[in-house]
């Protein structure tokens, strides 16, 4: 009798990485891991995200041993410094205010567990984005449209934030918005769950 193929659980509660996921056409549910992002001193922002993405993963993936669990995390590098999402209006002008006309990297953690077989991997999609120079008021009018206020630093490139930006540099697109669907694709493979395998989408 041949067992059931595996669940896909998304480990995270982003809105964004719900939509991209729908993207590859796969079955899949979602739940909260519940982890601590607090950063530990001195933790570098690629760390962090490398860290965090694989915190989520094995959280989710105890509670589900026999399923393909998916972690991600996204922490914008500003010259080293981590910057988060920034909660709230005051927070995300002084990160647009500091970001201003400086290149940041926005690094995209993803980490896949599926516990039964011992599968464990993380990845990190670096996504270099220039700023231009804001003025005040520019920074204002787009918070006040975009209310960009849960995504790390300040700013949803895939609606207005687009207009800060002078250049983005990136070999997995979706990266930015905060899962990295060409790396997602090679490790679930890896997993055993293809997206192109017609079977895979028989999820139970």
């Known amino acids: 009798m041949t067992s059931p193929p595996p669940r896909l659980i998304l480990g995270s509660t982003s809105r964004y990485r719900r939509e991209l996921l729908t993207r590859l056409r796969l079955p899949f549910e979602v739940e909260a891991p519940g ?6 001193p001195g ?22 041993p026999q399923d393909v669990v998916i972690g991600s ?7 080293g410094e981590p910057l988060g ?8 002008v002084a990160q647009l205010q500091r970001m201003s006309g400086q290149r940041v990297v926005f690094q995209t953690a993803l980490a896949v567990v599926r516990r ?5 991997a993380v990845d990190l ?14 920074i204002e009018t787009y918070l006040r449209l ?4 849960d995504c790390a630093g300040s700013a949803r490139s895939e609606s207005l934030g687009v207009a800060l930006l002078s ?19 090679a490790l679930l493979r890896a997993a055993g769950l293809d997206p192109l395998d017609a079977a895979g989408r028989c999820a139970r």
Not at 73 to 79: E, H, R, S
Not at 146 to 149: A, G, T
């Open 73 to 79: 995390d996204q922490v914008a590098d500003l010259a």
């Open 85 to 92: 999402k920034p909660g709230d209006h005051a927070h995300a």
């Open 116 to 120: 039964d077989t011992g599968f464990e």
């Open 43 to 64: 933790e570098a922002p690629a760390a962090l995200a490398q860290r965090l993405a694989l915190e989520k993963a094995r959280a989710v993936a105890a509670r589900h």
């Open 125 to 138: 999609a670096a996504v270099s984005v220039t700023f231009r120079t804001l003025s005040d008021a520019e």
């Open 167 to 185: 250049a983005i540099d990136s070999d997995d697109p979706t990266a930015l918005v905060g899962l990295p669907l060409i790396r997602t694709c």
């Open 146 to 149: 975009d209310e960009p206020y």
């Open 35 to 40: 982890v601590d992002e607090t950063p530990r």
